[in-house]
């Protein structure tokens, strides 16, 4: 099954014509063939998520056009004898409603399958194999906080016990009253073994005077692992290194000579001075979604597996210009009242991701009597599922309104909000 340039790759290997144009981005009509095997129980009528500027222009020989959209000629197509299917658009993604369904036939009419792997099965698997494959040797893991650090470092907890030691490493970029959360529940109701390292000076040292995105995150990322080592050779050799690698890092790192979407810190980039035989990457065939299965799977609390996905070089990336304390504390702030609201409106499970961004921006405001020239925070809410793609929130107006009314009036060098509507592709999630 192609999907998007899978789509496209299969036409053209096959002899058919993919030319440019057709642009389609988001949400599409797509009428498609009722009859194929991969629609069945799919309306002739749906909405699909698109995402591409070439198109197939020409099927392959003996290949059956079986969807098309108003500026789409080839949607889907087939070979049914040969079992080849391939669509334009992307079912596996949240924004195609019935994207599920046209995979289900896929697996189930085309392929045979059976559907016995289930996030619980994986778990139990995954916490067996590193058992056998860990025994009584040391693991050392790099532990952020976030939902995949956490969740792989509690699958190790289960597996190897006080075998498992986590760094965590606190580069004064988290968002507020994060540090002492999970100092307090990894280190505390866990009880695993934690070294927790202060090191904001030294990140903030090094960043002071950068502005360049991709330059901070490279940044944070040396300095992470500078810290990281630094705290590794207190404990001596370990056997096994685990990050919280998931799917969506290694796709968007790239892979071979596949173009950068953005870098990460951890795909690749790994300490060079740390002694280690091998690394442990138990997630990195989920998806976020999957990844909050497994968390649930593993008894973690849902406030734990529920928060809000946090790229590594933290508020580093959703400050834009040079960093301060100033800015990382106005941004904490702003940030922390916009989640709040969300929860309060019940809204937090439905949005995928929201944040805050503190922008260079600054503009010329009224308070009371007097005129100021503060900073304008852009507001970042998008629905998702697994986080390749994301359709802005359409948040109610009066949420909006209240996020807005506090964070002007609770947060010092802030006068204007405003709000991102563009949803991934063709921006990414995160702003940098």
Request: aromatic share 8%.
């Amino acid at each position: 099954m192609g999907i998007c340039y899978g789509a496209q790759l299969m036409a053209h290997m096959l002899g058919g014509i993919v030319e440019a144009g057709a642009n389609e981005y988001g949400k599409v009509d797509v009428a498609v063939d009722t009859a194929s095997k991969l629609f069945e129980e799919i309306p002739s009528k749906t909405v699909c998520w698109m995402s591409h500027t070439d198109y197939i222009n020409q099927v392959p020989v003996d290949f059956k056009i079986t969807a098309k959209t108003v500026n789409c000629p080839v949607a889907a197509m087939e070979n049914a004898a040969k079992k080849l299917y391939a669509v334009q658009f992307h079912p596996e993604v949240m924004h195609t409603p019935l994207g599920a369904r046209m995979i289900r036939n896929f697996l189930y009419n085309v392929c045979g399958c059976k559907g016995e792997w289930t996030m619980s099965s994986f778990t139990k698997r995954t916490i067996k194999a590193l058992k056998e494959k860990i025994g009584d040797k040391k693991v050392l893991c790099a532990l952020s906080g976030g939902v995949d650090s956490s969740v792989a470092a509690l699958l190790l907890h289960k597996a190897c016990g006080d075998n498992l030691t986590c760094i965590f490493v606190d580069h004064g970029l988290l968002r507020k009253d994060e540090a002492k959360q999970v100092n307090e529940l990894f280190g505390g109701a866990y009880n695993i073994n934690l070294i927790s390292v202060d090191a904001s000076e030294q990140f903030l040292g090094q960043l002071r005077g950068i502005s360049d995105p991709e330059q901070k995150r490279k940044i944070i990322g040396r300095e992470f692992i500078r810290v990281f080592e630094a705290q590794a050779k207190k404990i001596g050799k370990v056997d096994f290194l685990v990050q919280g690698t998931i799917y969506p890092d290694v796709i968007e790192s790239g892979v071979g000579d596949a173009a950068l979407i953005k870098s990460h810190h951890n795909v690749g980039g790994l300490p060079d001075h740390v002694e280690f035989d091998e690394i442990i990457e138990p997630l990195r065939d989920l998806f976020k979604d999957e990844v909050r299965k497994v968390g649930l799977e593993l008894g973690m609390p849902e406030n734990m597996v529920y928060r809000q996905p946090f790229p590594g070089p933290g508020l580093g990336v959703r400050i834009i210009g040079e960093i301060t304390r100033e800015k990382i504390a106005i941004l904490q702030d702003a940030d922390a009242i916009f989640r709040e609201e969300i929860a309060n409106a019940g809204l937090d499970r439905e949005i995928g991701q929201h944040f805050a961004v503190l922008t260079d921006l600054r503009s010329v405001g009224v308070m009371g009597d007097f005129r100021t020239y503060d900073y304008t925070v852009a507001l970042r809410a998008v629905t998702t599922s697994d986080f390749m793609t994301a359709d802005w929130a359409t948040i109610p107006y009066d949420v909006l309104n209240t996020v807005s009314r506090r964070i002007v009036n609770e947060v010092k060098g802030i006068n204007r909000i405003v709000y991102d509507i563009t949803s991934k592709p063709p921006a990414t999630i995160e702003w940098l």
